[in-house]
């Protein structure tokens, strides 16, 4: 399940399962967004993006969702393996497109 | 895609010393980016490094301590000064855009711990 707490976000889900991460984004005038993997002792690994003019997009059994109108993306990632245990970061490029925002990041759990 | 390193990897520094860390990129970069991610935290944004010109920091971060220098398209270094326990976080080099692609990469950062 998925708890909130003063640390960050924990999905766990069991090894073979799909797995949807969640994120709302501020800025409504951001265009472009992109889901980050940071495994531990890493930095950040781009995963897949998606920009304001496509509601989906597929990669390599992810999936992003994007919402505008309630300003949520979503990454979903088939048949979770414990390879994909990390934190995962949503973030948009709302400051005039010079930097990317982050957001909070919600931690991946794959039990065995 | 650009490939980041950083120096050093990891720290232990003693309160009120200073360390300078070092970000080189593998290719040319207009943009280059200083982020601050606490443990368990989300990054957040230092300063923006461009070549030829004054860092740009964000609010609640200054120059005094986190001197920046950006001498060319390839290399920059983050200065963490007069350093306390509540600096103990990961400093994480990034550039970007690049290209078309306009995706942010990220180094693989620098974790310090200030005793």
């Known amino acids: 399940g998925e708890s909130v707490g003063l640390h960050l976000p924990t999905l766990s889900v069991q090894e073979g399962d799909n797995s949807i991460i969640n994120c709302a984004y501020s800025?409504?005038?951001?265009?472009?967004f992109i889901w980050y993997k940071q495994e531990s002792g890493k930095g950040p690994q781009f995963i897949i993006d998606i920009r304001s003019n496509m509601d989906k997009r597929q990669g390599q059994r992810v999936t992003v969702l994007l919402n505008k109108t309630v300003k949520h993306l979503s990454l979903q990632i088939a048949a979770t393996q414990p390879g994909d245990s990390a934190v995962y970061f949503c973030?948009?490029?709302?400051?005039?497109?010079?930097?990317?925002?982050f957001g909070p990041g919600t931690r991946l759990s794959v039990l065995p | 895609s650009a490939v980041i390193s950083q120096k050093p990897s990891r720290d232990i520094c003693q309160r009120g010393t200073s360390l300078t860390i070092q970000c080189q990129v593998d290719s040319q970069v207009t943009m280059m980016f200083w982020y601050r991610q606490q443990p368990g935290q989300s990054l957040t944004l230092i300063a923006t490094?461009?070549?030829?010109?004054?860092?740009?920091?964000e609010s609640g971060f200054v120059i005094d301590k986190f001197p920046i220098s950006r001498p060319n398209l390839t290399f920059s270094t983050l200065t963490v000064s007069n350093m306390s326990p509540e600096d103990s976080s990961i400093y994480l080099c990034?550039?970007?855009?690049?290209?078309?692609?306009?995706?942010?990469?990220f180094g693989p950062g620098t974790r310090l711990l200030v005793l």
């Open positions: 800025n409504s005038a951001s265009d472009y």
């Open positions: 490094a461009n070549q030829g010109s004054e860092a740009t920091y």
């Open positions: 973030a948009e490029n709302g400051n005039y497109g010079q930097n990317f925002v």
């Open positions: 990034s550039v970007g855009p690049t290209g078309a692609g306009e995706t942010q990469y």
